[in-house]
């Protein structure tokens, strides 16, 4: 079992900076992959970035490329989501996520790959 605490989530005006942070406890080390997705309201829960911890490799959304940047601390075991340039169609709940070996770079960015969930910080772009 592994849990996942975000926090760093907040207002900020359109062109501002966020940064979130998960802290992930329990068994850890059965989850090489972890990442932040978000849901807007009325919206289905997208992947925003995702990183496999042992190689480092990164995925980011399309709408996100370039403005955010998915890091980690290992000594911590926790990740980080720094936003830069955000906009209010950013506005939504992040939530912090892992997931088991076994799956693909592929689906590094689908939602229903991925076992453990946090319960989310809210994030809002107002212009």
């Known amino acids: 079992q592994v849990q996942l605490v975000e926090s760093g989530g907040g207002s900020v005006q359109a062109g501002g900076s966020l940064r979130l942070s998960c802290a992930a406890s329990?068994?850890?080390?059965?989850?090489?992959?972890m990442g932040w997705f978000r849901q807007a309201p009325g919206k289905e829960r997208e992947g925003v970035a995702t990183m496999h911890i042992g190689s480092g490799s990164t995925y980011y959304g399309d709408s996100v490329k370039g403005r955010f940047t998915i890091s980690r601390d290992n000594a911590k075991s926790t990740v980080y989501l720094q936003m830069n340039s955000l906009k209010p169609e950013d506005t939504a709940m992040y939530y912090c996520a892992a997931r088991r070996f076994g799956n693909s770079w592929t689906t590094a960015l689908e939602p229903s790959t991925y076992n453990d969930w946090g319960q989310g910080t809210q994030v809002t772009v107002s212009s």
């Open positions: 329990g068994y850890t080390s059965n989850r090489p992959w």
